[in-house]
Structure formats: structure tokens, C-alpha cells
């Protein structure tokens, strides 16, 4: 019940799904200066919700910061990868995989187990049923590709129920109590997504220390363009931004990070 709820209220929070029912309100709005008001914040809400300028501020205040793998100074036991979006599946009859937009995940933690900080990476996640009837779900894949790059099968760990953050760290942690008690753990997943995961991995009683990937704030330098013109690519950055902040305020309120 939960997940299905939070899909629903996902939807109906999304940011422009707020600059569209305020706009539908405006149209049935009878006062006229009211009408316009309405009308004024909808397209302010659009400005804001797609300067670039803006949202890679709020990414810079939000995300987790950029670690060097030089700097970790321990070795860990397993690396937990958060999967979604990592792979993207254009056919079930595809004969390779193909990165999606959230690769990164799995890239560092690559680079972290050639390096010598993980002995294990421990990938978390769910598929459609019938890509895993195939064995070709995205935590497979991954694994595909992590194994031609030269990780052993046998350190690669599967978590192929979880739907949402929640049931990644509840079934990880049983995989990891189970397999690796005592284990230190390194929690590999984006940095927009680190702060909701690393509570519910303390919740779930593991305690983990973060390595942030998928990056989408930076120092980047700030044009005309970047503060005046309104751009796609930066609705679409603050719309994954804006979901995460819905997760974390309705996870911490029921209690799940």
C-alpha cells in the first residue's frame, strides 16, 4: 500500500504537475486579480523550477560531496550499489547491455574494487518480472558488465526483490547480516539519493559509510544564459531533485529513514 500511495502523491507533488494544476486553477478562477496572480506564480514557478543557474545551486546544497577514492581509508567488505537507471533496456532480445543515466553507481564501484577498497559489491534492486525471468534485470546486467571489466563472478551479490529505498537496505541487510556479520560496508549510490539511503540503511541496523556518485551539481561556471533563459534539461534535473526531497520528508515521517 505504501508504494502504490507514494507513486500517487509522487505525481501529484511533481513540480510541474503543481505548475499545471495552478494553471487549470487560473482558468476557472472567476476574480480577475486573483486570476492573475494565479497566473503570475504558475509561470514564476516555471522560471524558477527550470533556471540552471538555481537548480545546480539546490543540488549543490543537497547533494553529498565528491569523495576521491585515494582518500578512503579503509577497505571494505562489500559495496553496496544501489541499482535504477543504471542499465537501459531497449529490447529483451538486446545481446549486450547499454548504460543508463544512472551508470555511474556501478562504474565507481568498479573503480573502488580494482583499487582495492571493496572485496564484494552487493547490487540491490528489482526488474520487470519478465526481464528477470530472462536473467537479464538490471542488477544481471550490471553484473555483466562488471564481470568483462574484470570483477570476479563469484564477489558479485545479488538483491533482486527491492522496489524502493526501504525494502533496498530491509533485504540487504538480511543479505549482509547473514553473509558478511561484522562486515564494513561502503554505500555506493547518487549523491541526491545518499541521504535518504544512508537513513534507511541505519534503520535497517546497517551502518555504512558513503561514496556519492552520479553527480549533477558542480562548479560550473554561471552565464547569462544559465540565469535568463529557461532550460529542459535543468526541469528535468529539478524534477528528480524535488522527488527525492518528497521521498526523504515521507520517509522520515513514517519513520523509515
Partial sequence: M???LSKAIDF???????????????FYIKNYKRKRLVFIISFLWLFLISNSFLVNKAFNWWE?????????????????VLS????????????????????????????????????????????PPHMIALNKGETRQAAQLLVQWGVKAEDIVFEEKSRNTREN????AKIL??????????????SFHMRRSLGCFAKAQIQADPFPADFYG??????????VIPDPNALANFDLLWHEWTGYIIYKLVGYC
Fill in 169 to 172: 537496505a530491509l533485504f540487504s
Fill in 84 to 127: 535504477g537507471g543504471m542499465i537501459s533496456v531497449p529490447s529483451s532480445r538486446a545481446d549486450h547491455p547499454t548504460l543508463g543515466v544512472h551508470a555511474d553507481r556501478f562504474a565507481e564501484a568498479f573503480l573502488l574494487y580494482k583499487a582495492g577498497k571493496i572485496k564484494k559489491i552487493l547490487i540491490t534492486g528489482t526488474s
Fill in 12 to 26: 501529484l507533488v511533481m513540480p510541474f504537475s503543481i505548475f499545471l494544476i495552478l494553471t487549470i486553477y487560473g
Fill in 64 to 80: 553529498y560531496r565528491f569523495t576521491n577514492i585515494s582518500d578512503l581509508q579503509k577497505t571494505y567488505d562489500v559495496g553496496i
Fill in 177 to 190: 547480516k547473514s553473509k558478511f556479520p561484522s562486515g564494513k560496508y561502503l554505500l555506493i549510490t547518487s
Fill in 218 to 227: 558542480g562548479d560550473f561556471p554561471a552565464d547569462f544564459r544559465d540565469v
Fill in 2 to 4: 505504501f508504494y502504490f
